[in-house]
């Protein structure tokens, strides 16, 4: 590698810009040139069903930086509404679309983060004008458009997993009748049937009606969004042989290369390796993309990073709810070979007498022979993140049920409980 490299970063978003910026810091004489499909290369996509919901009112808000600032902060070339439509990794070229037509563009080091595309069952129901997807920055922008000049008094949520509970409150902010329509018989299919029980109680509190339906299709008279997964952006590398895998992710070694020469990837477009199972899985979620971009940078850049895997851990707020997966559920546990138990707890945050204090759910999933921690939902009015955080430490570490419930833990009871909720759960299941 030269001194002065000259590293290419396919995509912005979360791991794009986060490649970019780590590129440049930990070798300034690179030259570092970012490209961008669409016209915006760091914003907060995670923040955007709050945009459509009113909660976050300016949709310049949203946007970190301009192009033009990016370019000027960091040092690095910003080239927007230009395409990648291949790759010629023996020739080290790239080859975009712009307004202009095609262009190469040489590369001594090219870093692919062009995420993923939302999963579509028809690709003939874009064609409405009332059905939307939930994916870029600009789908949010088209929906919010989309009430304030139709008005639309009803609306389908299509998916029932983490977007879809996004946008169920975020259109229940305007007043519409909304129906989540899931392939599933309850909604988060990823969590313990105890745990969907919660979440579909709490729906339906809020005047949310869930369906099962297999055989959907969109009305013309009701807004549709559709909130059923993402599939990573990697057709336009077809002809390349990149190595993908099972869920169609580009894979990658510690060091996020390719088993292409000088071809790095990172972000949503690629899979990663859950600490749990240690098996590849596909997550696409921003603060992993952004570690991983970082460790791209650094490498493309002629330094040394290593990015070793992940424990799945996600939040979504559900009206009243914070609903918290960690680590795999019983299910996945067992897809993976792995023998699991639940243990389900019901707790309080806070001491009894105080009328702060809110209940706590909590399903913690482990392997009755290690007592290894796999997992676990949590679920509450408060509390329940910050215990998800814990847990995926915990889990990384390799800890047992006997590290948890011996875990000390800070107590007053306007703030705590004096038995906290998951050391509860663990000594329950110990006791099995």
Request: hydrophobic share 45%; with cysteine.
């Amino acid at each position: 590698m030269t001194k002065s490299p000259h590293i290419v970063i396919v995509g912005g978003s979360a791991a794009g810009p986060a490649a970019a910026v780590h590129a440049k810091k930990m070798n300034p004489h690179a030259r570092v040139n970012l490209i961008e499909a669409g016209e915006h290369i760091a914003y907060s996509a995670c923040s955007a069903p709050y945009y459509v919901g009113g909660v976050i009112s300016d949709f310049e808000k949203l946007i970190f930086y301009s192009p033009e600032i990016f370019s000027a902060t960091f040092g690095c070339e910003v080239k927007t509404r230009h395409r990648a439509i291949r790759l010629n990794p023996h020739r080290r070229k790239l080859i975009v679309q712009n307004d202009a037509g095609e262009i190469e563009i040489p590369y001594d080091e090219i870093i692919l983060a062009c995420g993923a595309r939302a999963a579509i069952p028809d690709p003939a129901w874009l064609s409405s004008k009332n059905v939307f997807t939930m994916k870029a920055l600009l789908d949010a922008k088209s929906i919010r458009t989309h009430m304030e000049t139709s008005r639309p008094t009803r609306a389908t949520i299509v998916g029932g997993g983490f977007v879809g509970m996004e946008m169920t409150e975020a259109l229940a902010h305007h007043g519409l009748d909304i129906t989540v329509v899931s392939r599933a018989e309850l909604p988060m299919p990823g969590l313990e049937n105890a745990a969907q029980k919660i979440v579909l109680d709490e729906l339906q509190k809020n005047g949310i009606k869930f369906i099962s339906n297999m055989n959907f299709k969109p009305a013309e008279n009701e807004m549709t969004i559709l909130a059923t997964g993402f599939k990573p952006n990697t057709d336009w590398l077809d002809g390349s042989k990149i190595r993908t895998g099972k869920f169609g992710g580009i894979l990658t070694d510690a060091r996020m290369r390719t088993n292409l020469e000088h071809v790095y990837a990172c972000g949503a477009i690629t899979e990663i390796k859950n600490l749990v199972t240690n098996k590849y899985v596909y997550l696409p979620l921003a603060t992993i993309a952004n570690q991983m971009g970082r460790v791209a940078g650094a490498n493309a850049s002629g330094s040394f990073m290593e990015f070793g895997g992940i424990v799945p851990c996600s939040v979504v707020k559900i009206f009243g709810l914070e609903v918290v997966s960690v680590g795999v559920s019983s299910r996945e546990a067992e897809n993976n070979a792995l023998s699991a138990e639940v243990e389900v707890f019901s707790g309080f945050t806070r001491g009894k007498l105080f009328s702060q204090s809110k209940a706590i759910f909590i399903a913690l999933i482990y392997e009755p022979k290690s007592h290894r921690i796999l997992g676990a939902n949590i679920l509450g009015e408060e509390g329940a993140v910050l215990r998800g955080n814990l847990l995926a430490a915990a889990i990384r570490r390799g800890e047992t049920l006997s590290d948890l419930a011996e875990m000390d833990f800070a107590y007053t009871p306007y703030l705590s409980a004096f038995k906290e909720p998951l050391v509860q759960a663990a000594r329950r299941a110990m006791k099995k």
